[in-house]
């Protein structure tokens, strides 16, 4: 049964985090993930017996002096906490799940807790407006995609890459932007440039400011095809 996130008092105040660089959860997306490492096959088995929320994150870079576990590098300010709407085990124990962003947290203090997979005290109250249901992945925004869409142009042209054209015109704008920036191949730094855009206009700029600099610069890397 789908479960409505509508206030701050429907989330957890702690979060499990999965941190995983790269990869872009926002509100309203999905993001299908292949899970196989022991500690977080733990953290799924506990998410399932409860509310079945999970932060994806980003690391960050160390500052001198910082602890160098390398199991626990720092984590970026600012997550996504999504929500396991598909969950499949295979003949070898890994888990596939499809996890629907549901609202951005600021991540507060790490707790010392016994488990093996990391939790953090979540402030959800900065990103209250993703969970309006007139927010990404609903309905169509003013905002005027023609020059991102031109951007989008040339980015594929110079990285090889191809999408269907006619779901790309006809999609909601925020829904666009939105699949866009988690699916293209961005580095960590911009995708979390991405996901800490305060609202879905600043989004599209950012968005189309990357694939410009990209298109300008041009790429050697191999030909992909996006899903």
Not at 121 to 141: K, M, S, V
Request: proline content about 9%; some cysteine.
């Amino acid at each position: 049964m789908a479960v409505a996130y509508r206030k701050l008092s429907d989330l957890p105040l702690v979060v499990p985090v999965f941190p995983l660089d790269g990869v872009l959860l926002l509100p309203g997306g999905q993001l299908p993930l292949n899970i196989f490492e022991p500690r977080y096959l733990n953290m799924l088995d506990d998410a399932m017996s409860g509310e079945r929320i999970i932060g994806m994150i980003q690391t960050r870079p160390r500052t001198p002096g910082q602890d160098a576990d390398p199991q626990r590098p720092p984590l970026a300010p600012v997550g996504c906490a999504g929500r396991v709407t598909s969950f499949a085990e295979t003949s070898d124990g890994r888990y596939l799940i499809t996890l629907t962003g549901v609202c951005r947290f600021r991540a507060g203090d790490e707790l010392p807790v016994r488990t093996p997979y990391r939790q953090v005290r979540a402030d959800f109250a900065p990103y209250e407006p993703d969970l309006r249901e007139d927010t990404p992945g609903g309905t169509r925004t003013a905002a005027d995609i023609d020059r991102l869409l031109s951007a989008l142009r040339r980015y594929l042209d110079h990285r090889g890459l191809a999408i269907d054209w006619g779901d790309a015109e006809s999609a909601p704008s925020d829904a666009l932007i939105n699949s866009l920036a988690m699916a293209l191949p961005f580095d960590p730094m911009e995708k979390q440039a991405l996901l800490e855009a305060e609202t879905i206009f600043e989004r599209k700029a950012t968005l189309t400011a990357l694939l410009e600099i990209d298109a300008a610069a041009g790429d050697d890397d191999e030909p992909h095809s996006i899903q």
